[in-house]
DNA sequence: ACCTGAACACCGTTCAAGT
DNA sequence: ACCTGAACACCGTTCAAGT
């Protein structure tokens, strides 16, 4: 109130707004920068550093490029991060025949496809949140990302075009489908999170997970509201931290199909 | 790789480190500022301005103050935000019978009741989840740090253990609660992310939900693969965004809720 | 067409100094 | 005990200029 108030900026996505750089005529390449170079050097500095070591500048460092160089390719910071956050999308592989429909309508750049198919729409499900499971894990930034942007780029597309798919072979009524849609995806986008940032953690710190997740327990330990947790953490058994995760993971998804089965004949 | 690399913060948690301001001995407030006051400030600017919009410059001019004497009161604006996050946390709403327990170790502020009790274990959930759900809406910023910090305060751990104890009444076997936990709260995190996002963009806008809705809807419309979305996003009913929400909301906690009775008994 | 350098308006935080 | 001012090392981005 006292100062004067800055509006939030407006942001329009990249996907609504002209690409900046017209595509290339011949096949000369100039000789430096290009938009696949920046996008790849972007990830691999976020990978490495998390989303706030990531600058600008860093990233023209790295490229070995002074820092408004960038500019000529990208409008701006928050661009770029949406290439790099649908480029991650695109790393999600699907059921092939859950995204032929898009494909139809245009080719679509980057998606990998796993060569067994599952036919059951259980295990398609199980496969495409497994997927979208380990794309977060891999990318920690992603989430962060995801909260904060559209996710209309084309791979987000073929992503929920998928996610649809496979729910509508669930035999739910079309009125629910959005409802689990969101179960399961919301659900896989906290579980990955969590498990992204730990996984992070445990990087910076130089630690493996079952290391700092000891120390974590220990500096925890001394509360005595923790006691009635740590019976249930106890109980749910796997010795390793990320076979505990996995449990977690695969009967969480068992309890939401279980749901979708027992509701759908209504 | 080129420049030299600077390590990830390593960030303790406020919960973990001394408080910065030794108790007050009398009652005679000084005369400026206080914790209270300071994170009552930072709570205001976030739900007016966004995690973007606020910084501790901007704090310091909405108190009246130097840009540093803030520092007085408070380590890092790391720490200044887990305050703001683990009190927001005290805003959820929870049954009265589940916090008793945790009390008794020890007095907690912040947590409203709610007058009416449910006895119903799904019933419980169903407050539990749709109370953070609320805050979540209510201060938008509040996901970002979630994502961010290790959520360990004393609201956080009330609220931890509120969820256990409902989770525990569902007759679920020991092994399977975390998970169970998992799937319905990270849901409603994510489900609340994305729904206080949007009511954000709407207020930064200047839009009703409803308008900015249709309006996307527009840009998008001209897309042929959202052509089976849209059939999906229509079955869903509701007239109005907020119907849309509620809807989907409760029907993805009923079909967690009939995973978890359907599993139950294995 | 592509890249640079200087500059602007911001950050979080340190540190010596005031009262 | 509390608050200030100047300073440091960063940001994203604009803009005029180079080739």
Redesign the interface.
């Known amino acids: 109130?006292?100062?004067g108030?800055?509006?939030?900026?407006?942001r329009s996505s990249v996907w609504?707004s002209e690409r900046k750089t017209p595509r290339r005529k011949g096949d000369q390449q100039p000789v430096g920068l290009d938009h696949l170079k920046i996008v790849a050097a972007t990830m691999r500095l976020l990978d490495?550093?998390?989303l706030?070591?990531f600058s600008m500048r860093?990233l023209a460092?790295?490229l070995?490029v002074t820092a408004m160089s960038v500019y000529w390719y990208v409008e701006t910071k928050d661009h770029l991060l949406e290439l790099a956050l649908d480029a991650a999308m695109g790393e999600i592989a699907l059921p092939i025949e859950t995204v032929r429909?898009?494909e139809a309508?245009g080719p679509v750049e980057g998606p990998e496809y796993t060569p067994a198919e599952p036919r059951d729409w259980r295990d398609q499900l199980r496969q495409v949140a497994s997927e979208y499971r380990r794309v977060l894990v891999r990318h920690p930034w992603l989430?962060?990302l995801l909260?904060e942007y559209l996710n209309?780029g084309p791979n987000a597309?073929?992503f929920?075009?998928a996610a649809?798919?496979v729910m509508?072979n669930s035999g739910l009524p079309?009125?629910?489908?959005?409802?689990?849609l969101?179960?399961v995806?919301?659900?896989?986008?906290?579980?990955g999170?969590?498990e992204g940032?730990f996984a992070?953690r445990c990087r910076?710190?130089g630690l493996t997970q079952d290391e700092l997740y000891h120390e974590m327990m220990g500096?925890?330990a001394d509360?005595?509201?923790?006691d009635?947790?740590r019976?249930?953490?106890e109980?749910?058994?796997g010795t390793t931290v990320q076979e505990?995760q996995d449990?977690?993971?695969t009967?969480?998804l068992?309890?939401?199909?279980?749901?979708?089965?027992?509701?759908k004949e209504r």
């Open positions: 109130m006292a100062t108030s800055r509006t939030v900026r407006p609504l490495a550093e998390g706030a070591g860093r460092a790295e070995g429909s898009v309508a989430a962060a909260g209309i597309v073929v929920n075009h649809l798919a509508r079309d009125d629910r489908i959005t409802s689990a969101a179960l995806y919301q659900f896989v986008y906290g579980f999170t969590i940032r992070a910076a710190a500096t925890v509360r005595i509201e923790f009635e947790a019976k249930v953490m109980a749910r058994g505990m449990r977690d993971f009967f969480a068992d309890l939401a199909i279980a749901g979708i089965e027992s509701l």
